[in-house]
């Protein structure tokens, strides 16, 4: 599985960014996608999941803030982060849980999001 992220940059306190993840390869495992974020020097963390079927679940910190969702005919999972914070500010990675006889995560590149304020 190839995980493609896009959409990181600068923004400013209180404005909207939207990531993009593109799934590619031997998808058809693929049980969850997902965001997580790591700032420096903390440890990654969940910011929002989505699995197979549509259920989703979001960090503590980001709830009311962040959306998930998919495009499923495209591989494809989006977050919409609105009311950004400066905390918000870290290098988010795109995951894919593929279900094999456990799971393997797979991780994206990570694209990088600054919030000024």
């Known amino acids: 599985v190839q995980l493609q992220a896009s959409g990181g940059g600068l923004v400013q306190a209180g404005g909207s960014l939207r990531l993009s993840c593109a799934a590619s390869g031997n998808i058809f495992g693929i049980r969850v996608m997902g965001w997580y974020r790591q700032a420096p020097g903390k440890q990654r963390e969940l910011v929002a999941a989505?699995?197979?079927?549509?259920?989703?679940s979001y960090g503590d910190s980001v709830k009311g803030r962040f959306t998930i969702s998919r495009d499923s005919a495209k591989n494809t999972v989006f977050l919409q982060m609105n009311s950004l914070k400066p905390e918000d500010t870290a290098v988010y990675y795109c995951?894919?849980?593929?279900?094999?006889?456990?799971?393997?995560?797979?991780w994206g590149q990570g694209t990088l999001v600054t919030v000024s304020s």
């Open positions: 989505i699995t197979s079927g549509g259920n989703t």
């Open positions: 995951n894919a849980k593929v279900q094999v006889v456990g799971f393997i995560d797979y």
